[in-house]
């Protein structure tokens, strides 16, 4: 192993922690994107593992030290490890949510190929062979998972990163061979591909990762923090895109909500209570419409759902429904058995119409609503 060689490595793990730090910050900011921190937390292991195992411990081999068995099997595990990291970091990145059981088993799985190589003894090819198995199977779990990327702005950098796996494999699976047939050791021929390679997938993740952030900033902006449903900038963005159809094709509805006397509520059991009430009515209203229509907090208890598509005409009926549900809600103990009426107005419409006039027609509908002794349903025809 020469002098230059080792410098490379050196510098890869460097870079590795540069990037952890890097990787680090974008999960800070992306809030709740998962999946970017362990990815960098998994390569910089992976790099200082490799690191250890193809440098440290060949140099101490080759210099006839008795530790070189040691420092193999602590960067066989190290490295190991951070394959398994960087195999779940794929998984929850992907498809964002937690790892499954099942899922987990990859920690214990690719760890246990190095202390299996430990046990057996054999110190650099065994530590090599189980390496380049994990990253094997590292590179698959990564291969199965970004094939899930498949929409713009995700779409070519995910791509690139499948072509370097597919780069990777090949050299590691020509890793795996010589190490079976007692010939691993670090190969000064192909490590700059190996090195390159993992650069340009970091800077891919890089990108995903602020690709994922980016998005996930969008939408918190859209969204009501209190009740989760979407506010006013973002029951606009929801629709924009199929508003014009959806005018064209008279295929839209407006339902307008407002609690009755909820400032009682807040005087008198306390705003905590009141945040309480106003998070349960929100998931019943959910529990009521489908996935297609948009429900929006557009005030402080005041709420839209826009029907859309053909169901459109009995928005009647599901404000109706709506009205009973909320009648007879009632919070999870231990609170107080605050009991809430909500007056609704409907607007509909027999002939395009712009959403602007839809909402006008709900809002005087609402109060008309409010004026009629509130608790009740009413539409107006446009």
Request: charged share 20%; glycine share 8%.
């Amino acid at each position: 192993m020469t002098t230059d060689f080792y410098n490379l490595l050196l510098t890869d793990c460097a870079l590795a922690l540069i990037l952890l730090v890097l990787f680090w910050h974008v999960a800070r900011v992306s809030r709740g994107v998962r999946g970017i921190a362990s990815w960098g937390g998994g390569h910089f292991l992976y790099s200082v593992g490799a690191a250890m195992l193809d440098g440290t411990a060949t140099g101490l081999e080759r210099a006839g030290s008795a530790t070189a068995t040691t420092a193999a099997a602590i960067g066989g595990i190290l490295a190991c490890g951070g394959l398994a990291v960087l195999a779940g970091a794929s998984i929850k990145f992907t498809q964002q949510r937690p790892l499954r059981p099942a899922e987990w088993a990859l920690v214990p799985g690719l760890v246990g190929l190095s202390l299996l190589a430990w046990l057996a003894g054999d110190a650099i090819d065994g530590q090599g062979a189980a390496m380049s198995l994990a990253e094997l199977v590292m590179l698959a779990v990564m291969l199965w998972q970004l094939r899930r990327l498949d929409v713009p702005p995700l779409r070519v950098p995910a791509r690139l990163v499948m072509v370097g796996c597919a780069v990777l494999a090949v050299l590691y699976a020509r890793d795996l061979l010589n190490a079976f047939t007692g010939r691993y050791g670090p190969n000064d021929a192909w490590v700059n591909v190996d090195l390159s390679t993992w650069y340009l997938i970091n800077f891919c993740m890089l990108m995903l990762a602020s690709f994922r952030a980016a998005e996930s900033l969008r939408q918190t902006a859209m969204l009501d923090p209190l009740t989760g449903t979407l506010n006013r900038r973002g029951l606009f963005a929801r629709l924009d895109p199929e508003l014009e159809r959806l005018t064209r094709e008279g295929h839209l509805a407006v339902i307008a909500l407002d609690l009755d006397h909820f400032k009682r509520v807040n005087d008198r059991y306390g705003h905590e209570i009141g945040d309480l009430v106003l998070q349960k009515l929100s998931d019943t209203i959910r529990g009521q419409t489908r996935e297609h229509d948009v429900f929006a907090r557009t005030g402080g208890e005041e709420f839209v759902i826009v029907v859309t598509g053909p169901d459109a005409c009995n928005a009647q009926a599901l404000a109706e429904r709506i009205r009973v549900s909320l009648s007879t809600m009632r919070l999870d103990p231990p609170s107080p058995p605050v009991r809430v009426t909500a007056s609704l107005g409907v607007a509909v419409s027999n002939r395009p119409m712009p959403l602007s006039m839809l909402m006008r027609g709900a809002d005087e509908a609402l109060y008309t609503a409010k004026r009629a002794g509130r608790d009740c349903v009413v539409t107006h025809t446009l």
